[in-house]
């Protein structure tokens, strides 16, 4: 949980999560943030060996131990360390014992936090080498061990009776915990009995069973049948080739890759329903055991997020669905098609602007983009430019994607897969904005507090992509490049704030459904699916009723109540990047404060401090203005 730092990484390892509530708290300290954006692999006539990358181009892992050997020696320490935990047991109602155990978990926390991270990094600049695939194994190991040691820490605590705890919360010698305290206190409603604590822990393992099973199916039995491409040569559909087919600009290609998705998702409709409608009868369970009103109360709990935030997006979506209407409009007139088709939706629609940017235009581009921020900002930018904080380019048996991890008391790191385009450099900012909203609070705040949640991790790194786009639409003097960086940031509102919006409210449809006692039938989730696609697309287009089965293959329902976070995360960067374009020096203080606030305090009320509260439409409102003056912008050059 949240105020258990040392286990959260642990949970992080296992990706069990110990409660139902464990997957809304995952910290940054725990799990590499990875980026959104689909980076694919471009064919290289030869990738470099590891060996074989010139040291500039790749990150510093000595930063965070010098050798292997340092490595070794911290890993027999927090071995050794672990010995320790017993002697605070059954002491933890005496204030000096509890500000020790503490203080304890954010040693041995931050040690073993240190051990992972490096031997996981080290692992994904080659996953092929058997010395950092032990070494990761080992970590994790280490750190299930450490959860064994640490377990009876936040039992005994909340066993302790109310007025107990409370004259804790109060104590002085314990001022630095008074937010760690407060949290505890706050779950103990939801917390129950050793000994049924106990029982519902062997019972996690089952509860993985729906996710489980999706996810073998998904990946590994489910096949799709081989289509023809534009030359009409036989080609796997797979996956991951399924989005490269539906932007493919031969609309017959597009349509046979979205049939033949769909009806081999049909024939499977029976399994999948069965499996989701698992996933959200084991939410109820937990929801009901632990004495929450409903699964979605549950799933917000733990990051304190009341449910108006919730109702809020989807409630504020639905008043602009008219904005993306109009897109839809346009993407019709764009495609000059008589009909629009949801195989059209992801349809290129303009002719590809061609933009060679190397990764040494990228650094400077972002950095030109982010000069809104101040200079504060510019000189950390800078040093993670120069102190290789960023590992850049592929190479071979390099993991795939992006993302910003590392470990508290160490620079950030970030890394990459760049290519020359307009895409990598967008991943370049996603990126550093994760990197920095890391610096800024694990520089500023202890341990424990610097630990900032996923509601907040993606509001950073998206502000640096709106300001950076607002700079290259200022920029941009050729109508062709300005209505292709146009069309990106449109369909980034689309994509993460419409779609995922739609998809946060199926989640909530088919909870209320299923805790008023309705059986989710393959019928009745094909029915709310398709009824929310036609409400969200509009009557301007074609709904295709094969649409009716994408519930099937969307891997988030089975993390019930997360997908929102991209929604509001998106929303809350647009009006910041707003408010900073706009009043300047005073909005980027509140902002620079929001970085360096950590999880100091719970997520809503840090983005209320820096003037973006999510509890009311406002942030929403202020993200759809942006979406309608691109869709403006858009209808003007294509007059």
């Known amino acids: 949980m949240k105020y258990q730092k040392s286990l959260s990484v642990l949970l992080a390892l296992s990706l069990i999560p110990s409660s139902p509530v464990a997957l809304a708290q995952e910290t940054k300290a725990a799990m590499p943030v990875f980026s959104a954006h689909n980076q694919r692999r471009i064919p290289m006539s030869k990738l470099l060996k590891r060996s074989e990358v010139p040291a500039e181009h790749t990150w510093k892992l000595e930063d965070l131990y010098a050798d292997q050997k340092a490595w070794d020696q911290e890993y027999e320490e927090v071995s050794s360390m672990m010995k320790k935990a017993s002697e605070f047991q059954g002491k933890l ?18 040690k073993l936090e240190r051990l992972f991270v490096y031997a996981r990094m080290h692992q994904d600049e080659d996953t092929a080498n058997p010395t950092y695939q032990s070494l990761s194994q080992k970590a994790q190991k280490l750190g299930v061990r450490v959860g064994e040691a640490l377990s009876f820490v936040t039992p005994e605590i909340l066993s302790l009776p109310d007025s107990e705890l409370d004259a804790l919360i109060k104590n002085e010698k314990l001022s630095a915990y008074t937010f760690t ?10 917390v129950l009995s050793q000994a049924e604590e106990a029982l519902l822990a062997q019972v996690g393992n089952l509860s993985q069973a729906p996710q489980t099973i999706f996810s073998m199916l998904n990946n590994a039995d489910l096949k799709f049948p081989r289509i023809q491409d534009e030359n009409g040569k036989e080609v796997e559909l797979t996956h991951g080739s399924y989005i490269q087919f539906l932007e493919n600009p031969n609309r017959e290609v597009r349509e046979r890759a979205f049939k033949a998705v769909y009806e081999t998702y049909a024939k499977q409709k029976n399994t999948i329903a069965a499996a989701l409608n698992a996933n959200v009868t084991k939410n109820m369970f937990y929801a009901n055991v632990r004495k929450y009103p409903s699964v979605m109360e549950m799933n917000l709990y733990g990051d304190n997020i009341p449910t108006d935030v919730y109702n809020n997006l989807v409630d504020t979506i639905h008043e602009s669905l008219p904005l993306l209407h109009r897109y839809m409009d346009l993407r019709k007139k764009l495609l000059g098609v008589d009909q629009l088709h949801m195989y059209d939706l992801f349809a290129p629609l303009v002719d590809e602007y061609k933009m060679d940017i190397t990764y040494d235009e990228a650094k400077k581009t ?11 900002y510019a000189e950390a930018l800078q040093a993670g430019y120069d102190n290789r904080w960023i590992d850049v380019y592929e190479n071979e048996n390099k993991r795939s994607g992006a993302y910003a991890w590392g470990a508290y008391g160490t620079h950030p790191y970030v890394l990459l897969n760049h290519k020359d385009n307009l895409n990598s450099m967008f991943t370049l900012a996603h990126e550093m904005g ?21 509601f907040l991790a993606e509001v950073a790194s998206t502000t640096n992509e709106a300001l950076l786009m607002d700079y290259m639409l200022n920029k941009s003097t050729d109508p062709k490049e300005k209505l292709y960086l146009l069309t990106y940031y449109a369909d980034q ?22 805790e008023q006692g309705e059986a989710l039938t393959p019928q009745l989730l094909s029915e709310i699916y398709y009824d929310l696609n036609v409400q969200y697309h509009g009557k301007n287009m074609v709904v295709d009723k094969d649409i009716e089965m994408e519930w099937a293959r969307i891997p988030h329902f089975y993390n019930s109540f997360y997908v929102y976070k991209y929604a509001t995360g998106f929303s809350a960067a647009t009006s910041f990047s707003k408010q900073i374009l706009e009043e300047g ?38 993200a759809m203005s942006v979406f309608k003056e691109l869709i403006e912008q858009m209808e003007q050059l294509t007059k």
């Open 93 to 110: 109602n005496q204030p000096d014992v509890l500000k020790a155990s503490f203080e304890f978990e954010d040693e041995i926390g931050l």
């Open 181 to 190: 305290l407060k949290e505890m206190k706050r779950e103990k409603a939801h």
């Open 366 to 376: 972002v950095k030109e983009g982010l000069a809104p921020l101040g200079k504060e």
């Open 434 to 454: 994760h990197a920095l909203h890391s610096h800024y609070s694990d520089t500023t705040l202890p341990y424990r507090d610097a630990q900032y949640t996923i």
């Open 493 to 514: 509102f689309r994509t993460t704030v419409f779609r995922q919006t739609m998809f946060a409210e199926f989640e909530k449809i088919i909870h209320e459904r299923a």
């Open 585 to 622: 020096q005073p909005a980027v203080d509140r902002y620079l404060g929001f970085l360096k606030s950590g999880g100091s305090d719970f997520s809503i009320n840090i983005l209320k401090k820096a003037g973006v509260d999510m509890s009311t439409p406002q942030p929403i409102r202020e």
